[in-house]
T-cell receptor, first 114, second 113 residues
Framework: DSGVTQTPKHLITATGQRVTLRCSPRSGDLSVYWYQQSLDQGLQFLIQYYNGEERAKGNILERFSAQQFPDLHSELNLSSLELGDSALYFC?????????????FGPGTRLTVL | GQNIDQPTEMTATEGAIVQINCTYQTSGFNGLFWYQQHAGEAPTFLSYNVLDGLEEKGRFSSFLSRSKGYSYLLLKELQMKDSASYLCAVRDLRSYNTDKLIFGTGTRLQVFP
């Protein structure tokens, strides 16, 4: 158990809908990262937050947005969902989000878009 | 550009040694990670190399050559539970306070009795 929690574990929804994925980092970690893992594909970095501020952006679609709240939990919002958005979404956290930090991953949310 | 290459699949026998290679080309480099991921589960941290050389941690060792853009993960005394995907990830640190990991597609290792 990494100490990173994610909810829900599974999510099934329809095309065109909007969903929110939630992540709580390990105790004491200030930085949160979101990754997408599609079938047979590697982990794709989406976005990083540090202490409430966006710090780095990857291949995140405009339909997706995220934020980190004052209590350091983070939410990833996915809207106008398409079949291709079906994937495992992982959240990771690290202490400071800089050099020397290890990222610890949560159990993931499996999103299925029908 | 950024590119990380790993073999897609490997097989090995219980008790044997296996070496999983990773080559990378990135515009900014500040360390290389290896993660283990069982199907449908979270990646779990195995090792981190930032300097050239070998890091040993129990049955697992990881090697890095920055000049060659090359790393390998060595697994000794293989056990059935080592059947998993092994992900190579490079830290892209173009500015001091960002920490973006670029992952390879992973190597699926199957250990047979």
């Amino acid at each position: 158990d990494s100490g990173v929690t994610q909810t829900p574990k599974h999510l099934i929804t329809a095309t065109g809908q909007r969903v929110t994925l939630r992540c709580s980092p390990r105790s004491g970690d200030l930085s949160v990262y979101w990754y997408q893992q599609s079938l047979d594909q590697g982990l794709q970095f989406l976005i990083q937050y540090y202490n409430g501020e966006e710090r780095a952006k990857g291949n995140i679609l405009e339909r997706f947005s995220a934020q980190q709240f004052p209590d350091l939990h983070s939410e990833l919002n996915l809207s106008s969902l398409e079949l291709g958005d079906s994937a495992l979404y992982f959240c990771a956290s690290s202490a400071l989000g800089g050099a020397g930090d290890t990222q610890y991953f949560g159990p993931g949310t499996r999103l299925t878009v029908l | 550009g950024q590119n990380i290459d790993q073999p897609t699949e490997m097989t090995a026998t219980e008790g044997a040694i296996v070496q999983i290679n990773c080559t990378y080309q990135t515009s900014g480099f500040n360390g290389l990670f290896w993660y283990q991921q069982h199907a449908g589960e979270a990646p779990t941290f195995l090792s981190y190399n930032v300097l050239d050389g070998l890091e040993e941690k129990g049955r697992f060792s990881s090697f890095l050559s920055r000049s060659k853009g090359y790393s390998y993960l060595l697994l000794k005394e293989l056990q059935m539970k080592d059947s998993a995907s092994y992900l190579c990830a490079v830290r892209d640190l173009r500015s001091y306070n960002t920490d973006k990991l670029i992952f390879g597609t992973g190597t699926r290792l199957q250990v047979f009795p």
